[in-house]
């Protein structure tokens, strides 16, 4: 079967857009954090690069490209080159199917705003993201560095422990909304019948676990200066380094991205179809007001980073195990009760 040029041009576009995106985010989130932290300690914050401090992030990169690049003689050099380069790539991945906006009327073609919808979206973030892990444990583990391994073994221990909690939470959603397509699951939240109404318990969850998949405080023990020196990238420099903490940046971006698309309706702005504007500008505007949304989460990920303290490692796991999965299978069966009763 042959492919249209179109298409895969049309898809190439779509992918270089949202990988643009995605890095360009991941940058100035670095920028964001230190005007937030400052805002919240007041203080300036970074103001010397550039008007503002905007350049800031770009001095940061050609610093991270201009370190010298440093390989402990005594680690596993291609394990220790493929554990960042693995959390960069899956961090990315994840993109690939979230819709970013509506559609598009162009020369009478139609262009959805999305690289591709799956019928089964959400479990490939879930594989993807699982898949993730392995970036961090096989960088602490090549560094042959004791703070590394402990910071590897923290952070494989707490993904598995949290990714169980978020994945039954999602099992409420699919169960509400009966498709695991995340286009479908935005779709059924049009004018104002997002799922945080029908799934508030199920979004706490998912959020709480969002940070802990993403290792931002107070769930950030796999880095835990003050135990660990930096936790499982403490041999790492130069960009290996930045690729590590461009992936948390990233990560961040798309569990945003994908709380504002399960819970809060993804790029539905409630009622505008009533207005009669042209679609593609109903699409523009929805595409925005998702990003609003995106950033939101951001700002309410910095904000609970610059607020509250890291917990001990056996209260982060007594969270995962006591807590939040018993909350997440009562959340599955109260679900289940208000379907029977009440469809």
């Given at each position: 079967m042959?492919i249209?040029v179109?298409?895969?041009l049309?898809k190439?576009i779509?992918?270089?857009?949202v990988?643009?995106v995605s890095?360009?985010?991941?940058m100035?989130s670095?920028y964001a954090?230190?005007?937030v932290?400052?805002?919240?300690?007041d203080?300036?914050?970074?103001?010397?690069?550039?008007?503002?401090g905007?350049?800031?992030?770009?001095?940061?990169g050609?610093k991270?490209f201009?370190?010298?690049?440093i390989?402990p003689?005594?680690a596993?050099?291609?394990l220790f080159?493929?554990?960042?380069?693995?959390?960069m790539?899956?961090?990315?991945?994840?993109?690939?199917?979230i819709?970013?906006?509506?559609?598009?009327e162009?020369?009478g073609s139609?262009?959805?705003?999305?690289v591709?919808?799956?019928?089964?979206g959400v479990?490939?973030i879930f594989?993807?993201?699982?898949?993730g892990?392995?970036?961090?444990?096989?960088?602490g583990?090549?560094?042959?560095?004791?703070?590394?391994?402990?910071?590897?073994i923290?952070?494989s221990?707490q993904?598995?422990?949290?990714?169980?909690?978020?994945g039954?939470?999602?099992?409420a959603l699919?169960?509400?909304?009966g498709s695991?397509s995340?286009?479908?699951?935005?779709e059924?939240?049009v004018d104002?019948?997002?799922?945080?109404i029908?799934?508030?318990?199920?979004f706490?969850?998912f959020?709480?676990?969002?940070?802990?998949?993403?290792?931002?405080?107070p769930?950030?023990?796999?880095e835990?200066e003050?135990e660990?020196v930096?936790?499982y990238?403490?041999?790492y420099?130069?960009?290996k380094?930045?690729?590590?903490?461009f992936?948390?940046?990233?990560?961040?971006f798309i569990?945003s991205a994908?709380m504002?698309?399960?819970f809060f309706g993804?790029?539905?702005?409630?009622?505008?179809e009533k207005?009669?504007?042209?679609?593609?500008?109903v699409?523009?505007?929805?595409t925005g007001f998702?990003?609003?949304k995106?950033?939101?989460?951001?700002?309410?990920?910095?904000?609970?980073r610059?607020t509250?303290?890291r917990?001990r490692?056996?209260?982060l796991m007594?969270?995962?195990?006591?807590?939040?999965?018993?909350l997440a299978i009562i959340?599955?069966i109260?679900?289940?009760?208000?379907?029977?009763?009440f469809k």
């Amino acid at each position: 079967m042959e492919i249209p040029v179109e298409f895969l041009l049309e898809k190439t576009i779509i992918v270089v857009a949202v990988f643009t995106v995605s890095l360009v985010i991941a940058m100035y989130s670095t920028y964001a954090e230190r005007k937030v932290s400052a805002l919240l300690q007041d203080r300036i914050g970074p103001n010397r690069a550039g008007p503002l401090g905007l350049l800031q992030p770009v001095a940061d990169g050609v610093k991270f490209f201009m370190k010298e690049e440093i390989i402990p003689s005594s680690a596993n050099k291609f394990l220790f080159v493929l554990g960042p380069s693995l959390a960069m790539m899956t961090a990315c991945l994840t993109g690939a199917v979230i819709p970013w906006g509506s559609t598009l009327e162009i020369n009478g073609s139609i262009v959805p705003l999305q690289v591709t919808d799956l019928n089964i979206g959400v479990l490939y973030i879930f594989a993807v993201v699982s898949i993730g892990v392995y970036g961090v444990m096989i960088g602490g583990w090549a560094s042959n560095n004791k703070f590394s391994l402990m910071g590897a073994i923290r952070a494989s221990s707490q993904m598995i422990s949290y990714e169980i909690a978020m994945g039954l939470s999602i099992i409420a959603l699919i169960m509400t909304t009966g498709s695991l397509s995340i286009r479908d699951i935005v779709e059924q939240q049009v004018d104002g019948h997002w799922n945080i109404i029908y799934q508030p318990l199920g979004f706490f969850i998912f959020m709480v676990c969002a940070f802990a998949e993403c290792n931002r405080t107070p769930f950030d023990l796999p880095e835990c200066e003050a135990e660990l020196v930096g936790g499982y990238h403490t041999e790492y420099s130069s960009m290996k380094l930045g690729l590590y903490l461009f992936s948390e940046y990233i990560n961040m971006f798309i569990s945003s991205a994908v709380m504002s698309a399960f819970f809060f309706g993804g790029y539905d702005i409630p009622y505008i179809e009533k207005l009669g504007l042209d679609h593609n500008l109903v699409t523009i505007l929805g595409t925005g007001f998702f990003f609003f949304k995106i950033v939101l989460f951001i700002f309410l990920f910095m904000w609970v980073r610059w607020t509250l303290p890291r917990f001990r490692y056996d209260q982060l796991m007594n969270l995962g195990w006591k807590i939040m999965i018993p909350l997440a299978i009562i959340n599955i069966i109260l679900t289940g009760s208000g379907i029977l009763l009440f469809k």
